[in-house]
Protein backbone atom coordinates (compact mmCIF):
# COMPACT_ATOMS: atom_id res chain seq x y z
CA UNK A 1 0.00 0.00 0.00
CA UNK A 2 1.54 3.49 -0.66
CA UNK A 3 1.95 5.83 2.18
CA UNK A 4 -0.44 8.13 2.95
CA UNK A 5 2.15 11.50 3.93
CA UNK A 6 4.93 11.90 1.59
CA UNK A 7 6.95 14.35 3.56
CA UNK A 8 9.01 17.19 0.80
CA UNK A 9 12.63 18.34 1.60
CA UNK A 10 13.78 20.49 -0.97
CA UNK A 11 17.53 21.24 0.45
CA UNK A 12 20.59 23.10 -1.29
CA UNK A 13 23.97 23.28 0.75
CA UNK A 14 21.95 22.76 3.36
CA UNK A 15 24.41 20.18 5.49
CA UNK A 16 24.43 22.25 8.80
CA UNK A 17 20.52 21.23 9.12
CA UNK A 18 19.25 19.18 7.19
CA UNK A 19 19.84 15.92 8.92
CA UNK A 20 17.76 17.37 12.02
CA UNK A 21 14.64 18.17 9.56
CA UNK A 22 15.28 14.40 8.70
CA UNK A 23 15.26 13.14 12.03
CA UNK A 24 12.09 14.95 12.61
CA UNK A 25 10.29 13.62 9.87
CA UNK A 26 11.31 10.26 10.42
CA UNK A 27 10.29 9.89 14.25
CA UNK A 28 7.02 11.13 13.78
CA UNK A 29 4.68 9.37 15.86
CA UNK A 30 2.44 8.96 12.68
CA UNK A 31 4.68 6.16 10.79
CA UNK A 32 2.48 5.78 7.13
CA UNK A 33 5.60 8.19 5.89
CA UNK A 34 7.88 8.29 3.12
CA UNK A 35 10.40 10.95 3.07
CA UNK A 36 11.20 12.60 -0.50
CA UNK A 37 14.48 14.67 -0.35
CA UNK A 38 15.57 16.81 -3.55
CA UNK A 39 19.13 17.82 -3.69
CA UNK A 40 18.79 21.03 -5.55
CA UNK A 41 22.45 20.79 -6.98
CA UNK A 42 23.92 21.07 -3.36
CA UNK A 43 28.03 21.61 -3.59
CA UNK A 44 28.35 21.14 0.28
CA UNK A 45 28.18 17.76 2.30
CA UNK A 46 24.74 17.26 1.80
CA UNK A 47 24.82 14.88 -0.86
CA UNK A 48 26.89 12.29 1.52
CA UNK A 49 24.64 13.02 5.16
CA UNK A 50 21.69 11.78 2.19
CA UNK A 51 23.52 8.88 1.58
CA UNK A 52 23.60 8.01 5.20
CA UNK A 53 19.94 7.75 5.57
CA UNK A 54 19.91 4.55 2.62
CA UNK A 55 16.75 3.28 2.37
CA UNK A 56 14.77 5.28 5.27
CA UNK A 57 14.57 7.91 2.54
CA UNK A 58 14.03 8.86 -1.05
CA UNK A 59 16.50 11.27 -2.79
CA UNK A 60 16.46 13.05 -6.32
CA UNK A 61 18.79 15.03 -7.39
CA UNK A 62 19.06 17.87 -9.61
CA UNK A 63 20.98 21.00 -11.29
CA UNK A 64 20.12 23.72 -8.64
CA UNK A 65 16.66 25.82 -9.43
CA UNK A 66 15.03 26.58 -6.73
CA UNK A 67 13.23 25.63 -3.41
CA UNK A 68 9.97 25.65 -5.83
CA UNK A 69 11.02 23.60 -8.67
CA UNK A 70 12.52 20.80 -6.07
CA UNK A 71 9.19 20.88 -4.07
CA UNK A 72 7.63 20.08 -7.92
CA UNK A 73 10.00 17.57 -8.52
CA UNK A 74 9.22 15.99 -5.23
CA UNK A 75 5.53 16.06 -5.09
CA UNK A 76 5.37 14.41 -8.88
CA UNK A 77 7.53 11.54 -7.18
CA UNK A 78 5.54 11.48 -4.40
CA UNK A 79 2.79 8.40 -3.62
CA UNK A 80 1.01 9.84 -0.87
CA UNK A 81 -2.80 11.26 -1.09
CA UNK A 82 -0.99 14.03 1.34
CA UNK A 83 2.33 16.34 0.86
CA UNK A 84 3.56 17.87 3.75
CA UNK A 85 6.15 20.50 3.29
CA UNK A 86 9.51 20.70 5.38
CA UNK A 87 12.36 22.92 4.76
CA UNK A 88 16.25 21.93 5.06
CA UNK A 89 16.34 23.89 8.24
CA UNK A 90 12.78 23.26 9.61
CA UNK A 91 11.74 20.77 12.34
CA UNK A 92 8.73 19.36 13.62
CA UNK A 93 7.26 17.84 16.49
CA UNK A 94 6.74 14.25 16.78
CA UNK A 95 3.24 14.74 17.08
CA UNK A 96 2.95 17.24 14.35
CA UNK A 97 1.86 14.57 11.31
CA UNK A 98 -0.65 12.45 13.82
CA UNK A 99 -2.37 16.05 14.64
CA UNK A 100 -2.23 17.56 10.94
CA UNK A 101 -3.22 14.68 9.05
CA UNK A 102 -6.16 13.68 11.59
CA UNK A 103 -7.37 17.62 11.52
CA UNK A 104 -7.12 17.20 7.36
CA UNK A 105 -9.18 13.83 7.75
CA UNK A 106 -12.03 14.70 9.26
CA UNK A 107 -12.63 17.78 6.70
CA UNK A 108 -14.64 17.83 3.50
CA UNK A 109 -12.78 18.68 0.27
CA UNK A 110 -13.46 21.92 0.90
CA UNK A 111 -10.58 22.12 3.21
CA UNK A 112 -7.32 21.61 1.14
CA UNK A 113 -4.85 21.50 3.54
CA UNK A 114 -4.14 21.90 7.79
CA UNK A 115 -1.23 24.34 9.46
CA UNK A 116 0.05 24.22 12.76
CA UNK A 117 1.70 26.91 14.26
CA UNK A 118 5.09 27.17 14.99
CA UNK A 119 7.98 28.81 17.07
CA UNK A 120 11.19 30.86 15.70
CA UNK A 121 14.26 29.29 16.68
CA UNK A 122 17.90 30.78 16.09
CA UNK A 123 20.87 29.13 14.66
CA UNK A 124 21.36 26.77 17.74
CA UNK A 125 17.46 25.73 17.79
CA UNK A 126 17.15 27.88 20.66
CA UNK A 127 13.62 29.38 20.70
CA UNK A 128 13.71 33.39 20.13
CA UNK A 129 11.70 34.90 22.91
CA UNK A 130 7.72 36.57 21.47
CA UNK A 131 8.47 34.89 18.15
CA UNK A 132 5.47 31.82 18.30
CA UNK A 133 2.71 32.12 15.95
CA UNK A 134 -0.74 29.96 16.13
CA UNK A 135 -2.96 30.87 13.49
CA UNK A 136 -6.96 30.32 14.95
CA UNK A 137 -9.88 28.94 13.38
CA UNK A 138 -9.84 28.38 9.61
CA UNK A 139 -7.52 30.60 6.96
CA UNK A 140 -9.33 31.50 3.59
CA UNK A 141 -8.85 33.78 0.82
CA UNK A 142 -10.19 37.00 2.91
CA UNK A 143 -7.50 36.22 5.92
CA UNK A 144 -4.60 35.43 3.47
CA UNK A 145 -4.61 38.57 0.91
CA UNK A 146 -3.60 40.48 4.12
CA UNK A 147 -0.92 38.94 4.63
CA UNK A 148 0.97 35.27 4.57
CA UNK A 149 -0.93 33.10 7.43
CA UNK A 150 0.81 29.86 7.19
CA UNK A 151 4.71 28.86 7.88
CA UNK A 152 5.27 26.04 4.84
CA UNK A 153 6.86 23.87 7.33
CA UNK A 154 3.64 23.30 9.34
CA UNK A 155 1.60 22.67 6.31
CA UNK A 156 0.06 19.44 4.97
CA UNK A 157 -1.60 19.84 1.77
CA UNK A 158 -3.92 17.14 -0.29
CA UNK A 159 -1.80 16.52 -3.17
CA UNK A 160 -4.20 16.18 -6.07
CA UNK A 161 -5.55 19.99 -4.68
CA UNK A 162 -1.91 21.22 -5.12
CA UNK A 163 -1.86 19.33 -8.76
CA UNK A 164 -4.79 20.93 -9.11
CA UNK A 165 -3.69 24.32 -9.42
CA UNK A 166 -0.39 23.66 -11.14
CA UNK A 167 1.56 22.95 -8.21
CA UNK A 168 4.50 25.97 -7.02
CA UNK A 169 4.75 28.55 -9.52
CA UNK A 170 8.93 28.09 -10.40
CA UNK A 171 8.97 31.97 -12.05
CA UNK A 172 7.90 33.76 -8.53
CA UNK A 173 10.96 35.07 -6.94
CA UNK A 174 12.33 32.46 -4.30
CA UNK A 175 10.82 33.09 -0.96
CA UNK A 176 7.24 33.74 -1.60
CA UNK A 177 6.06 30.44 -3.66
CA UNK A 178 4.63 29.16 -0.51
CA UNK A 179 2.48 32.35 -0.42
CA UNK A 180 1.88 31.87 -3.78
CA UNK A 181 0.59 28.91 -3.80
CA UNK A 182 -1.73 29.14 -0.56
CA UNK A 183 -3.76 32.01 -2.71
CA UNK A 184 -4.16 30.34 -5.83
CA UNK A 185 -5.30 26.97 -3.61
CA UNK A 186 -7.51 29.37 -1.31
CA UNK A 187 -8.67 31.59 -4.69
CA UNK A 188 -10.81 27.86 -5.69
CA UNK A 189 -12.84 28.73 -2.30
CA UNK A 190 -11.23 26.38 -0.19
CA UNK A 191 -9.66 27.05 3.13
CA UNK A 192 -6.91 25.71 5.47
CA UNK A 193 -8.06 23.84 8.95
CA UNK A 194 -5.77 24.49 11.89
CA UNK A 195 -4.07 22.87 14.64
CA UNK A 196 -3.51 25.34 16.79
CA UNK A 197 -0.29 24.03 18.82
CA UNK A 198 2.99 25.16 18.43
CA UNK A 199 4.68 22.15 16.39
CA UNK A 200 6.69 23.44 13.67
CA UNK A 201 10.66 25.04 14.87
CA UNK A 202 10.96 27.37 12.08
CA UNK A 203 15.31 28.29 12.16
CA UNK A 204 15.75 32.21 11.75
CA UNK A 205 19.49 32.42 10.26
CA UNK A 206 21.15 35.34 8.42
CA UNK A 207 20.87 32.64 4.88
CA UNK A 208 17.28 32.87 5.65
CA UNK A 209 14.82 33.78 2.38
CA UNK A 210 13.19 35.84 5.05
CA UNK A 211 16.83 38.36 4.91
CA UNK A 212 16.07 39.02 1.04
CA UNK A 213 13.56 41.99 1.18
CA UNK A 214 13.77 43.01 -2.74
CA UNK A 215 13.20 39.30 -3.47
CA UNK A 216 10.20 39.20 -0.87
CA UNK A 217 8.64 42.47 -1.99
CA UNK A 218 8.44 41.54 -5.88
CA UNK A 219 7.44 38.33 -4.89
CA UNK A 220 4.51 39.51 -2.90
CA UNK A 221 3.28 42.38 -4.66
CA UNK A 222 3.63 39.73 -8.20
CA UNK A 223 1.40 37.20 -6.56
CA UNK A 224 -1.45 39.54 -5.26
CA UNK A 225 -1.42 41.41 -8.34
CA UNK A 226 -2.10 38.00 -10.37
CA UNK A 227 -4.84 37.00 -8.10
CA UNK A 228 -6.87 40.38 -8.26
CA UNK A 229 -6.66 40.31 -12.07
CA UNK A 230 -8.92 37.21 -11.83
CA UNK A 231 -12.09 37.47 -13.46
CA UNK A 232 -13.23 34.51 -10.85
CA UNK A 233 -12.31 36.81 -7.78
CA UNK A 234 -15.26 36.93 -5.20
CA UNK A 235 -16.72 40.66 -4.87
CA UNK A 236 -16.04 41.05 -1.18
CA UNK A 237 -11.92 39.89 -1.70
CA UNK A 238 -11.98 42.37 -4.68
CA UNK A 239 -12.76 44.72 -2.67
CA UNK A 240 -10.46 44.46 0.02
CA UNK A 241 -7.07 44.82 -2.80
CA UNK A 242 -6.44 48.57 -1.45
CA UNK A 243 -6.17 47.11 2.17
CA UNK A 244 -4.28 43.71 0.74
CA UNK A 245 -1.54 45.80 -1.34
CA UNK A 246 -1.45 48.62 1.51
CA UNK A 247 -0.62 45.53 3.85
CA UNK A 248 2.33 44.60 1.48
CA UNK A 249 3.56 47.64 1.38
CA UNK A 250 4.58 47.97 5.04
CA UNK A 251 5.34 44.45 5.23
CA UNK A 252 7.79 45.58 2.74
CA UNK A 253 8.61 48.48 4.09
CA UNK A 254 9.85 46.99 7.71
CA UNK A 255 12.24 44.75 6.12
CA UNK A 256 13.75 47.34 4.80
CA UNK A 257 14.13 49.53 7.70
CA UNK A 258 15.55 46.53 8.63
CA UNK A 259 17.99 46.06 6.57
CA UNK A 260 19.17 49.48 7.09
CA UNK A 261 17.85 51.17 3.86
CA UNK A 262 15.47 54.52 5.78
CA UNK A 263 14.96 55.58 2.36
CA UNK A 264 13.38 52.68 0.36
CA UNK A 265 11.35 51.74 3.99
CA UNK A 266 10.02 55.27 4.06
CA UNK A 267 8.80 54.88 0.15
CA UNK A 268 7.07 51.97 1.05
CA UNK A 269 5.17 53.43 3.85
CA UNK A 270 4.06 56.40 1.40
CA UNK A 271 3.05 53.46 -0.85
CA UNK A 272 1.15 51.69 2.00
CA UNK A 273 -0.34 54.92 2.74
CA UNK A 274 -1.61 55.62 -0.60
CA UNK A 275 -3.11 52.63 -1.77
CA UNK A 276 -5.43 52.40 1.94
CA UNK A 277 -5.01 55.65 3.72
CA UNK A 278 -7.51 54.10 6.45
CA UNK A 279 -3.75 52.59 7.61
CA UNK A 280 -2.98 55.71 9.56
CA UNK A 281 -5.87 54.95 11.76
CA UNK A 282 -4.14 51.51 12.91
CA UNK A 283 -1.51 51.77 15.68
CA UNK A 284 0.40 48.70 14.41
CA UNK A 285 1.42 50.72 11.91
CA UNK A 286 3.12 53.37 13.73
CA UNK A 287 4.34 50.46 16.10
CA UNK A 288 5.82 48.66 13.27
CA UNK A 289 7.39 51.82 11.52
CA UNK A 290 9.16 52.47 15.39
CA UNK A 291 10.41 49.20 16.32
CA UNK A 292 11.41 47.68 12.73
CA UNK A 293 15.16 48.13 13.62
CA UNK A 294 14.44 45.99 16.47
CA UNK A 295 16.09 42.66 17.16
CA UNK A 296 14.01 39.87 16.37
CA UNK A 297 12.31 38.77 19.48
CA UNK A 298 12.34 42.49 21.00
CA UNK A 299 10.15 44.36 19.01
CA UNK A 300 7.32 46.29 21.22
CA UNK A 301 9.77 45.94 23.87
CA UNK A 302 11.87 47.71 25.90
CA UNK A 303 14.79 45.91 24.58
CA UNK A 304 17.34 47.12 21.96
CA UNK A 305 15.19 50.08 20.71
CA UNK A 306 16.79 53.46 20.35
CA UNK A 307 13.96 56.37 20.69
CA UNK A 308 16.25 58.76 19.23
CA UNK A 309 16.30 56.91 15.98
CA UNK A 310 12.56 55.65 16.41
CA UNK A 311 11.66 59.02 16.59
CA UNK A 312 13.65 59.84 13.80
CA UNK A 313 12.77 56.80 11.39
CA UNK A 314 8.62 57.50 12.27
CA UNK A 315 8.93 61.41 11.67
CA UNK A 316 10.82 61.00 8.55
CA UNK A 317 7.97 58.76 7.53
CA UNK A 318 5.25 60.76 8.08
CA UNK A 319 6.96 63.53 7.07
CA UNK A 320 7.56 62.11 4.27
CA UNK A 321 3.85 61.19 3.44
CA UNK A 322 3.10 64.38 4.22
CA UNK A 323 5.61 65.97 1.49
CA UNK A 324 4.29 63.72 -1.26
CA UNK A 325 0.84 63.82 -0.70
CA UNK A 326 0.01 60.63 0.59
CA UNK A 327 -1.50 62.02 3.91
CA UNK A 328 -2.94 65.64 1.87
CA UNK A 329 -4.60 67.28 4.76
CA UNK A 330 -3.06 68.86 7.58
CA UNK A 331 -5.95 67.70 9.74
CA UNK A 332 -4.49 64.08 8.86
CA UNK A 333 -1.16 65.13 9.20
CA UNK A 334 -1.22 66.48 12.52
CA UNK A 335 -3.36 62.70 13.53
CA UNK A 336 -0.75 60.88 12.38
CA UNK A 337 1.66 62.68 14.26
CA UNK A 338 -0.18 62.35 17.53
CA UNK A 339 -0.06 59.10 16.94
CA UNK A 340 3.40 58.57 15.76
CA UNK A 341 4.33 60.04 18.90
CA UNK A 342 1.91 58.18 21.54
CA UNK A 343 3.72 55.01 20.47
CA UNK A 344 6.87 56.44 21.36
CA UNK A 345 5.38 57.46 24.29
CA UNK A 346 4.02 54.07 25.62
CA UNK A 347 7.82 52.38 24.27
CA UNK A 348 9.14 55.08 26.54
CA UNK A 349 7.07 53.97 29.52
CA UNK A 350 8.28 50.71 28.42
CA UNK A 351 11.61 51.67 28.91
CA UNK A 352 10.93 53.53 32.18
CA UNK A 353 12.20 57.03 30.73
CA UNK A 354 9.76 58.82 32.27
CA UNK A 355 10.87 62.40 30.55
CA UNK A 356 10.96 60.89 27.85
CA UNK A 357 7.22 59.36 27.75
CA UNK A 358 5.29 62.45 29.11
CA UNK A 359 7.46 64.54 26.63
CA UNK A 360 6.06 62.27 23.98
CA UNK A 361 2.59 62.17 25.41
CA UNK A 362 2.44 66.00 25.75
CA UNK A 363 3.62 66.17 22.18
CA UNK A 364 1.20 63.54 20.91
CA UNK A 365 -1.81 65.57 22.70
CA UNK A 366 -0.75 68.84 21.16
CA UNK A 367 -0.80 67.57 17.53
CA UNK A 368 -3.78 65.65 18.21
CA UNK A 369 -6.26 66.73 20.14
CA UNK A 370 -8.52 63.73 19.90
CA UNK A 371 -6.40 61.75 22.45
CA UNK A 372 -7.62 63.56 25.22
CA UNK A 373 -10.44 60.81 25.11
CA UNK A 374 -8.08 58.43 24.68
CA UNK A 375 -7.53 56.69 28.99
CA UNK A 376 -4.37 55.02 27.68
CA UNK A 377 -2.80 57.74 26.37
CA UNK A 378 -3.91 59.76 29.45
CA UNK A 379 -3.06 56.52 32.59
CA UNK A 380 0.12 56.73 30.75
CA UNK A 381 0.99 60.43 31.25
CA UNK A 382 -0.17 59.74 34.64
CA UNK A 383 2.43 57.58 36.08
CA UNK A 384 4.56 59.16 33.99
CA UNK A 385 4.21 62.17 36.23
CA UNK A 386 4.09 59.99 39.28
CA UNK A 387 7.80 59.01 38.75
CA UNK A 388 9.71 55.45 37.81
CA UNK A 389 10.70 54.72 41.34
CA UNK A 390 6.61 55.17 42.35
CA UNK A 391 5.57 52.59 39.09
CA UNK A 392 8.22 50.31 40.49
CA UNK A 393 7.08 49.88 43.72
CA UNK A 394 3.49 49.57 42.83
CA UNK A 395 4.24 47.05 40.52
CA UNK A 396 6.23 44.89 43.42
CA UNK A 397 3.34 45.30 45.51
CA UNK A 398 0.87 44.02 43.18
CA UNK A 399 3.53 40.81 42.21
CA UNK A 400 3.82 40.14 46.47
CA UNK A 401 0.05 40.88 46.75
Not at 158 to 164: I, N
Not at 259 to 276: K, M, N, Q
Not at 377 to 385: I, R, V
Request: glycine fraction near 10%; charge should be positive; hydrophobic fraction near 45%.
Amino acid sequence: MPPSVSVIVPVYNGAEFVAEAIDSALAQTYRDVEVVVVDDGSTDATPAILAGYGSRITVLRQANRGPAAARNRAIGAARGGFVALLDADDRWEESFLALAVGRLCACDETVVGVCCGWVAVDRTGCAIPNQSIVPRGTVGLRELVLGNRLQASGVVLRRRAVLTVGGFDEAVPTGVEDYDLWLRLAATGAEFAVVERCLCRYRVHDDSLSHRPDAMRAGRLASLERLFARADLPRAIRAARAQAMASAFMQSAVQLYAAGRAADGERDVCLAVRSWPAILAEDETYYAVVCATQPLGCKGSRYGLDLGEAERRISAAVARCAREGAIPSGAAQRQARGRALRALAHLAYGQRRMGAARRYALGALAAYPGLWSDWRTLGMLAKSLAGGRAIEALSRRKRRG
